[in-house]
């Protein structure tokens, strides 16, 4: 890649800005996108591109729909309702031989209801009792078709039977709701009378077979006690006999406390572990704040300490030295420390410091006497838990085997409790039968059939339509390479955008040139600020390309000649395609008879070869005769002299080159001028061509400045006219 500056940056001012903020990651292909991935433009981009391919597909699923709809054959459903009580209704007490449910399991319970009702064993029931085997109602007439041969009449009644059992398994369904207690049982068919019978029989099948089923519980559960209630009464006397034993071979003795909560029993060594143990606790605490104390008051002067400063005996010494002081202070006044006064005064003074000094050492002495005291206290406590813990521990572990026999003896103390309880209870409800399920609501006859149903499966299709048109959709735009978007240039071409102009459709084009402040005007007038903004006015000569003919080159480089010649620069616009030209056309003039070539051929000077465009300021140098070699032309030096001669006469240079696929002048150019502008089409130019188009050109030298985006539909790139353009509209007065 081409590491030279599109153009040498300017030193300072809003330009060089410009510079540092586009021109290194234009330079580098990495210019950043602001737009993620996919998001909701994106989205309504690809609908209103595929449009047509999204709506054929939903109409069309919407008609298969339809079609199938009609195809069906009506099938009836009867419901009836069957109330279930997971705990069931118990008269008496001894019902409940199930294990109970508790609330987080009624859930588990229900789907468990629902498993039952569509079981192939329930449907054999309703099978029996319907006589289903011998009707053609469900088994259909030509059942006996499918006899095999050699099969006895019952025999073949049995698999008559398991087939229409197979059949009502299919055709049957029951739900609970999460929230209530009441399964709905439903079967369906094509027969409505047919499907009513069936489903009161699943309905009456369920309810008999929760009545048997507890029945024969209860009567299990009563056999089964009583051999439990003998066995249990043998191994607990064997327990408690072998307990005894062993407490009186280890002697261990019990003794038995009442308290609120009722009786407790522990043994003599233990209750004196537990006295002994409060005593140590209370010693240590009073061992501890003895220890605090003193600690907290060795190393203050025995003066500051409350005890001594709030004791009667050091107050009184205290007042005593004041008086003393006083009096000495008057005396001072009068006589010298001399004075047999003074000095009687001052020995008495003496003293009663000692005095004051003697009481605090005696006060803090004892302070620390009560701490080697509590500690002295502690200590022995402490010998003599250590002599009952072991003495107590000695005890644990002969009763670690006793707490074995007594514990086995209490649980078979409590399991014979139990199981006579529930004997009792049982004996007494054995022929009570329990109402947990109990029949609502029969099945009446349908009227109307659930099915085929044309919402739901118009719905279902209008689903399937979207997905199939989705789908479509995505496969058409992951082939499709075109660019659409503003972002999308900025993201993928690696270059900075300059502008973009709307599309406008072909009949209204002249009137948008025509006003100077309609949508297209004001688009390259945006687009002649950010080039004036970008390049450096020493730096005037630009080339402007595209990929492919027809991407509105010319017509851009002609209005941006005029924009900038209207702001007083003089400007010359060249045609240097020598394929193709068409400014001349553009700007309604005749076919210069001397032009570009014959001007770089010197048969005609450069000042008679050109015309003037719209504005005073325009000077234009079209194409004369086409020359048969262009590329020989273009690559001569005369155009290099011929543009370094007019780059000081003109403020702005501008070249309309030809395309860049598959021909040789646009890059033969983009050597010998300042920058290139390249110029892309919206929705028509595939992104691998621009790419390719970009990379010959910097291969061949030329330098980009930027792109210009032509044609853009806002809608094919999902986004809103007036979001996008922004532009306003003045209405001529």
């Given amino acids: 890649m081409n590491e030279r500056s599109i153009v040498e940056a300017p030193e300072s001012g809003p330009a060089a800005r410009w510079y540092d903020q586009y021109l290194p990651s234009a330079q580098q292909g990495i210019y950043p996108s602001h737009a993620p991935i996919f998001d909701a433009t994106t989205l309504r981009g690809i609908l209103?591109?595929?449009?047509?391919?999204?709506?054929?597909?939903?109409?069309?699923?919407?008609?298969?729909?339809?079609?199938?709809?009609?195809?069906?054959?009506?099938?009836?459903?009867?419901?009836?309702?069957?109330?279930?009580?997971?705990?069931?209704?118990?008269?008496?007490?001894?019902?409940?031989?199930?294990?109970?449910?508790?609330?987080?399991?009624?859930?588990?319970?229900?789907?468990?209801?629902?498993?039952?009702?569509?079981?192939?064993?329930?449907?054999?029931?309703?099978?029996?009792?319907?006589?289903?085997?011998?009707?053609?109602?469900?088994?259909?007439?030509?059942?006996?078709?499918?006899?095999?041969?050699?099969?006895?009449?019952?025999?073949?009644?049995?698999?008559?039977?398991?087939?229409?059992?197979?059949?009502?398994?299919?055709?049957?369904?029951?739900?609970?709701?999460?929230d209530s207690r009441i399964a709905t049982i439903s079967f369906q068919s094509t027969d409505a009378l047919?499907?009513?019978?069936?489903?009161?029989?699943?309905?009456?099948?369920?309810?008999?077979?929760?009545?048997?089923?507890?029945?024969?519980?209860?009567?299990?559960?009563?056999?089964?006690?009583?051999?439990?209630?003998?066995?249990?009464?043998?191994?607990?006397?064997?327990?408690?006999?072998?307990?005894?034993?062993?407490?009186?071979?280890?002697?261990?003795?019990?003794?038995?406390?009442?308290?609120?909560?009722?009786?407790?029993?522990?043994?003599?060594?233990?209750?004196?572990?537990?006295?002994?143990?409060?005593?140590?606790?209370?010693?240590?605490?009073?061992?501890?704040?003895?220890?605090?104390?003193?600690?907290?008051?060795?190393?203050?002067?025995?003066?500051q300490l409350p005890e001594i400063q709030n004791n009667a005996v050091v107050q009184g010494l205290l007042s005593n030295k004041a008086e003393l002081v006083f009096e000495r202070t008057n005396l001072r006044q009068?006589?010298?420390?001399?004075?047999?006064?003074?000095?009687?005064?001052?020995?008495?003074?003496?003293?009663?410091?000692?005095?004051?000094?003697?009481?605090?050492?005696?006060?803090?002495?004892?302070?620390?006497?009560?701490?080697?005291?509590?500690?002295?206290?502690?200590?022995?406590?402490?010998?003599?838990?250590?002599?009952?813990?072991?003495?107590?521990?000695?005890?644990?572990?002969?009763?670690?085997?006793?707490?074995?026999?007594?514990?086995?003896?209490?649980?078979?103390?409590?399991?014979?409790?139990?199981?006579l309880d529930r004997f009792n209870s049982i004996s007494t409800a054995v022929n009570v039968q329990s109402g947990s399920i109990t029949k609502l609501d029969p099945a009446s006859v349908p009227s109307d059939p659930i099915s085929p149903n044309l919402t739901r499966n118009l719905l279902i299709a209008l689903v399937g339509g979207i997905a199939i048109a989705g789908g479509l959709a995505v496969l058409r735009e992951t082939f499709d390479d075109r660019l659409r978007s503003l972002e999308e240039v900025e993201a993928r071409i690696g270059l900075p955008l300059l502008g973009h102009t709307p599309f406008v459709e072909e009949r209204y084009i002249d009137n948008q040139e025509a006003s100077q402040f309609g949508a297209l005007m004001e688009a390259y007038a945006s687009i002649r600020s950010t080039i004036d903004f970008a390049i450096a006015r020493d730096q005037n000569v630009l080339q402007l390309s595209s990929s492919q003919p027809n991407e509105g080159k010319s017509t851009t480089a002609l209005a941006l000649a005029e924009l900038f010649a209207r702001l007083g620069r003089k400007t010359l616009l060249i045609d240097a395609d020598l394929r193709k030209p068409s400014l001349a056309k553009l700007v309604g003039a005749?076919?210069?008879?001397?032009?570009?070539?014959?001007?770089?051929?010197?048969?005609?000077?450069?000042?008679?070869?050109?015309?003037?465009?719209?504005?005073?300021?325009?000077?234009?140098?079209?194409?004369?005769?086409?020359?048969?070699?262009?590329?020989?032309?273009?690559?001569?030096?005369?155009?290099?002299?011929?543009?370094?001669?007019?780059?000081?006469?003109?403020?702005?240079?501008?070249?309309?080159?030809?395309?860049?696929?598959?021909?040789?002048?646009?890059?033969?150019?983009?050597?010998?001028?300042?920058?290139?502008?390249?110029?892309?089409e919206a929705n028509t130019i595939q992104f691998s061509q621009a790419k390719a188009a970009i990379r010959r050109l910097r291969s061949d030298g030329g330098n980009l400045l930027g792109v210009i985006l032509t044609k853009y539909r806002a809608s094919n790139a999902g986004q809103n006219y007036d979001y996008q353009y922004g532009y306003y509209e003045y209405e001529e007065a």
């Fill in 194 to 303: 047919l499907a009513a019978e069936i489903t009161n029989a699943y309905a009456d099948a369920y309810v008999s077979s929760d009545t048997r089923r507890n029945v024969a519980s209860n009567e299990y559960a009563q056999t089964y006690l009583q051999e439990q209630v003998a066995d249990v009464r043998v191994r607990l006397q064997d327990a408690e006999k072998a307990a005894n034993a062993y407490a009186r071979s280890s002697g261990i003795v019990t003794q038995t406390t009442t308290t609120p909560e009722g009786e407790s029993g522990s043994t003599v060594t233990a209750s004196n572990l537990a006295s002994i143990n409060q005593t140590v606790l209370a010693a240590r605490a009073a061992r501890i704040a003895a220890e605090q104390r003193w600690r907290a008051v060795s190393r203050i002067p025995a003066g």
């Fill in 48 to 178: 209103f591109r595929q449009r047509w391919v999204v709506g054929g597909a939903i109409l069309l699923a919407l008609l298969a729909g339809l079609i199938w709809t009609v195809l069906q054959q009506p099938i009836y459903q009867a419901d009836a309702t069957v109330r279930v009580e997971p705990r069931g209704l118990f008269v008496v007490e001894g019902q409940d031989v199930a294990p109970q449910i508790f609330n987080n399991e009624i859930s588990s319970y229900m789907t468990t209801q629902v498993g039952v009702i569509e079981s192939q064993n329930l449907a054999l029931v309703v099978a029996e009792e319907l006589n289903l085997a011998n009707r053609y109602d469900l088994l259909g007439r030509d059942i006996e078709d499918r006899r095999p041969d050699g099969i006895s009449d019952e025999k073949w009644r049995d698999q008559k039977a398991s087939i229409a059992a197979s059949l009502l398994q299919g055709s049957v369904s029951a739900e609970i709701p999460f």
């Fill in 334 to 419: 009068r006589y010298n420390d001399e004075f047999p006064e003074i000095i009687e005064i001052n020995a008495q003074i003496g003293e009663v410091d000692r005095q004051i000094t003697a009481a605090s050492a005696d006060i803090k002495a004892s302070i620390r006497n009560d701490f080697v005291i509590a500690r002295q206290q502690e200590q022995a406590l402490n010998q003599e838990l250590e002599s009952i813990t072991r003495e107590t521990l000695d005890e644990q572990d002969k009763q670690v085997q006793y707490s074995v026999l007594e514990r086995e003896a209490e649980a078979l103390r409590t399991q014979l409790a139990v199981l």
């Fill in 590 to 680: 005749e076919k210069p008879e001397a032009g570009l070539v014959e001007v770089l051929r010197g048969h005609s000077d450069f000042k008679s070869a050109i015309f003037k465009g719209a504005h005073e300021n325009l000077d234009i140098l079209g194409v004369g005769a086409l020359p048969p070699n262009p590329v020989e032309t273009l690559s001569s030096n005369y155009l290099k002299e011929l543009i370094e001669t007019q780059r000081k006469e003109y403020s702005l240079i501008l070249i309309d080159s030809s395309p860049v696929m598959g021909l040789a002048d646009a890059p033969l150019l983009a050597r010998q001028v300042d920058a290139t502008i390249f110029i892309l």
